[in-house]
């Protein structure tokens, strides 16, 4: 008993999501063996569970298994920054070189439904994850940052359809409304957001996959996928179907070592704030917040009351390691408080009571997507860069429609069927990551001190991608 409770403990101390979470941890059995089921789904996380959920709801008599090593949700699923957000990481313009400005449209209004779609289901199964559709209320603290505002919105709206419902400038004012931070000039509203509890929604909805018949095994590592098998350390599953869905944790699969890039973004939390702290910050509809610097930052205003944030800039571990000790305390989880103090000076003084951070799966042309191979059996969804909470639904529930043959407006759209080229191998791939990294932070301070864009970095997301 000794040993399952400190294996409790290890994924409580995970994220202030999983700690936070009533009821016990205790891992589902293993694999018990060789076994066969229809639909193999490896990774227990958000675009696994999506993909099962949606499989069950449209055929009932599947035999749908999800293997997972650890326990659902102890990803990337069960430790990001809550943003169940409407957007991409490849955006619509690169959609639109694929399949044409109709089909973009597409699949933009898509991602969009997909949150209000986390929040239907989530109400339906009765998923208490907080769910709330406060938008994004993402600030200009320099020129730079407004002029790259105004572009962006000028270009959606009249490029692909998009109005002033969907996303709009904010003047100073409006902005201090949403957040009072230090340094606003302006900002940007962008609707499609909600914040909501992460590992609550996971692990409430691997509570409904089994509701709905579904399989479950936890504690059984996956090493292999070829058309027709999963070889795990607890036996083989043979499947008619099998679906990768691991993100991050893509590389442990035997001849996936380059195929998504494992990258860090760490976070903290506050302890709840009072009150009339709130009222000095805002956040009154539990926005999620950002400004628009290159090294990505976000937070969001928890159900109880916490600010949780985060941001990306710890380094690219050599050879796609993965390190969990960046994961518990680093200096740049020092770095993310004292960003986080200089954002909102009146909370100074109020304890950060949690550190943790994971990784997120990054495709070489920062580009997601998803698809299934007939002759093999062999589908796959992932590399969302960070913003997986609502493209993992759109993903699972197409994923689910292919599976099964369903037709439906989805699975067309431009994202399905595309292949990422692999990454470079190393130190290529070290060298140019973290070298990034730099070029990006470098441009963030230039950008603070001119006000203006840096050529910079527009040059190296280019090259990135």
Known sequence: MAADDNLADRYRSRSLWLDQLPGSLDPRPALA???????????????????????LQLDPALRVMVIEKEIVGFGASGRNGGWCVGELAAGPDRHETIAGNEAARRLLRAVFDSVDEVGRVSESEGIDCSFAKGGTVRLARNEAHLSRQRDEVEHLQKGFGLTDDDLRMLDVDEARTHLNATGVIGGLF????????PARLVRGLGEAVELLGGTIVEQTAATAIESGKVTTDRGIVEADVIVRALEGYTGSLDGHARTLTPLYSLMVATEPLSDARWEEIGLANRQTFADDRHMVIYGQRTGDGRIAFGGRGAPYGFGSKIDPSIERRSGVHDKIVATLTELLPMIEGVGITHHWGGVLGVPRDWFPSLGIDRASGLAWAGGYVGEGVSPANLAGRTLAELITETDSPRVDLPWVGHHSRRWEPEPLRWLAINGAFKVMGAADRSEGRSGKESRLAKGMWKLMR
């Open 33 to 55: 063996g060789d076994t066969r089921v229809d639909v193999a789904i490896v990774g227990g996380g958000y675009t696994g569970l999506w993909t099962a959920y949606y499989l």
């Open 190 to 197: 962008y609707a499609h957001t909600a914040a909501l509890d």
